[in-house]
């Protein structure tokens, strides 16, 4: 498993944007897809957004148009783009990782993304 680190989490004001990062400790270019899933306090986690090893994207119906989730593999880097954000999508965001192998699902069942065996420790985005 590759260790996650999340970071550009903050507190933005209504309509505001923030770009989180999660950032690989090893090379995850060709073998992973990458998902980002959130989570509230006393309400089940969400999940996001998703890449897959080829540039494939997929998102939530609360999130897309808003949220764009991108990475740079020279970096094993993932991106998430978030927009015109709302009170709705403050939370602990979480980045998670899982072998190619197993993504196709993942993009048929975005939840499926709650299940990755890689994950990282959250950054906080609160929207006020």
């Known amino acids: 498993h590759v260790q996650l680190v999340e970071s550009g989490g903050g507190s933005v004001q209504v309509g505001g944007s923030l770009r989180l990062s999660c950032q690989a400790s090893g090379e995850i270019s060709r073998d992973y897809c990458v998902g980002w899933y959130r989570q509230v306090p006393g309400k089940a986690r969400e999940a996001v957004a998703l890449v897959g090893d080829d540039g494939a994207t997929k998102y939530a119906a609360s999130v897309n148009g808003r949220f764009i989730v991108s990475r740079d593999n020279a970096k094993n880097t993932v991106y998430l783009q978030m927009d015109n954000l709302k009170p709705d999508d403050t939370a602990l965001y979480y980045c998670?990782?899982?072998?190619?192998?197993?993504?196709?699902?993942?993009?048929?069942?975005?939840?499926?993304?709650?299940?990755?065996?890689?994950g990282g420790q959250g950054t906080q985005v609160t929207v006020s």
């Open positions: 998670a990782a899982e072998r190619t192998p197993h993504c196709k699902a993942a993009f048929q069942g975005l939840g499926l993304i709650l299940a990755f065996t890689s």
